[in-house]
């Protein structure tokens, strides 16, 4: 039996050529791979030595010849196939252990391997006799296999072959990603074609419902600041666990981005991908009490999301509300995770990084997908414009830029009323903007009266206004755009209100 290794990866790689030898299996290598199997003072024979060549043009031609080739692809059963190999003199090749660079960490055509892939696909194709390995995760399989078999079996050799075709993917799709950063089209700012490539990270308790099964994926190769979370307690996450607790991390870092201050602190409270109460404060503890006082109703069973250390004045605030199915922070103050999970045994307590920028947002479609750039305001405040006679107080500014921010996390159409950092009524997913800033005004009672109105597009008609002004607000937050915009701006100023326009709607669906 022979094998064939040639590794970028060299984890592993001296205690599987050991274990080869000691099972009789003659190793064949090059480069960097043959050197650390040679200085471990075990017999191999160098590729050159086989087919006669040295590594040539830099080293981008060591091991495409039909004498490493030939004893790789050819079939056994075929009569033709062993002629062959008998006329040429070539030695059949039974494992190919090989894995390529990561292709993203330094993208270059120097780093684009043409024969690291050749090899794992070759032997990938001829898995019926051919063991290919590409992850020092499955040396002690195949190892245990062999010293038990004498040989792998065929299914260990088809798994392989599927994770073999797998990481050739993933190293092809990232190098046609890279290859887009060149290729501009005039007509667009997205490429011509998507590549993505992803591995299982983890599977999950179940998908949206109990009867669908469910996982999480990250792209091939690298690591999601999801796989730096820690959970401390509670069941194991499902799928809309992660979703929606995606979305309140995502929304409770945006909101921390509203102060320079690093002590200022964010809370959001998320029930089904929507905010049901945000709030920043000058602490956790006042930020969370605020956030769950939007809407008290909705929080029970929520996902919490704090940008700033728990402490123990928190897990009190906690204890008197509603329970939360998951709880995501930066850490949590000595004591605080026991005392949590005393109280809130079902509770998932998760520690988090801070999350990375997302790169293009692909939706599945029924029957193809829709691809888009990822949320970002594309307008900063310096270029908002107040469009009323009324100029908003500093005060006033703050909290439209508080609601505005709340507004982008809301599902269309999105009305925020927010008054001192804090949401007091969110009207979410509705036909008409006008029931969405009913259904606002009626879960802020009165608590938003002297602050801000956000809306994520553009009023159509002054009725919007009104119900505006009918929740006391003080400044109102709107793209602009509209054919009424006059009427819109009139009805403004009838009541008293400062508005500005962002210029850019935040539509999110």
Request: with cysteine; charged share 20%; glycine share 8%.
């Amino acid at each position: 039996m022979r094998a064939l290794l040639s590794v970028y990866d060299k984890s592993g790689i001296v205690e599987l050529a050991t274990q080869f030898h000691q099972l009789k299996i003659d190793l064949v290598s090059s480069g960097g791979t043959a050197a650390a199997i040679a200085e471990a003072g075990i017999p191999v024979t160098d590729v050159a030595d086989i087919t006669g060549f040295a590594p040539m043009l830099g080293h981008r031609v060591v091991t495409l010849h039909p004498r490493i080739h030939g004893g790789i692809l050819a079939d056994r059963r075929d009569v033709s196939h062993l002629r062959d190999l008998e006329a040429n003199n070539l030695d059949l090749i039974d494992i190919v252990v090989g894995n390529l660079y990561p292709f993203d960490s330094k993208p270059s055509i120097d780093l684009i391997d043409i024969g690291g892939p050749t090899l794992i696909r070759g032997a990938a194709k001829n898995h019926e006799y051919v063991t290919v390995l590409v992850d020092p995760e499955d040396y002690p399989s195949v190892l245990d296999e062999l010293a038990t078999a004498g040989t792998t079996s065929a299914g260990l050799r088809h798994r392989l072959a599927r994770k073999a075709f797998a990481h050739t993917a993933s190293y092809d799709a990232s190098i046609a990603t890279w290859f887009n950063e060149d290729v501009t089209d005039p007509d667009s700012s997205l490429p011509a074609s998507i590549h993505v490539a992803m591995e299982k990270a983890t599977d999950l308790r179940y998908g949206e419902n109990p009867h669908q099964a469910g996982a999480r994926y990250r792209s091939s190769g690298t690591a999601s600041w999801w796989d730096a979370v820690v959970q401390h307690s509670g069941l194991d996450l499902s799928y809309l666990n992660i979703f929606d607790a995606d979305a309140a991390w995502t929304l409770v870092h945006s909101l921390g981005e509203l102060s320079s201050d690093e002590t200022s602190a964010a809370c959001a409270i998320i029930k089904h991908a929507n905010p049901c109460g945000a709030a920043v404060a000058k602490d956790v503890a006042t930020a969370y009490a605020r956030a769950f006082s939007c809407d008290e109703r909705s929080a029970f069973g929520g996902i919490v999301a704090c940008n700033r250390v728990i402490d123990t004045a928190t897990v009190e605030a906690m204890e008197a509300a509603a329970q939360a199915d998951l709880i995501i922070a930066p850490g949590y103050e000595r004591g605080v995770i026991d005392r949590l999970k005393a109280k809130r045994k079902n509770t998932r307590i998760l520690t988090a990084p801070v999350p990375d920028g997302a790169g293009l947002s692909v939706r599945q479609l029924s029957d193809g997908y829709l691809v888009q750039e990822s949320h970002a305001f594309a307008a900063s405040r310096d270029e908002w414009t107040v469009v009323s006679d009324r100029r908003p107080t500093v005060q006033e500014f703050e909290d439209a830029e508080a609601a505005w921010r709340i507004c982008s996390h809301v599902t269309s159409n999105a009305i925020v009323l927010v008054k001192d950092g804090t949401a007091w009524g969110i009207g979410a997913g509705q036909q008409n903007r006008v029931e969405s800033s009913e259904l606002a005004a009626q879960k802020a009672d009165g608590r938003a009266k002297g602050g801000a109105c956000a809306s994520d597009a553009f009023f159509p008609f002054p009725d919007g206004i009104d119900a505006a002004a009918q929740a006391g607000v003080g400044v109102v937050i709107q793209p602009g755009g509209s054919v009424n915009d006059d009427d819109v701006i009139e009805a403004a100023n009838r009541h008293g209100l400062a508005m500005i326009f962002t210029g850019e709607r935040q539509f999110r669906h």
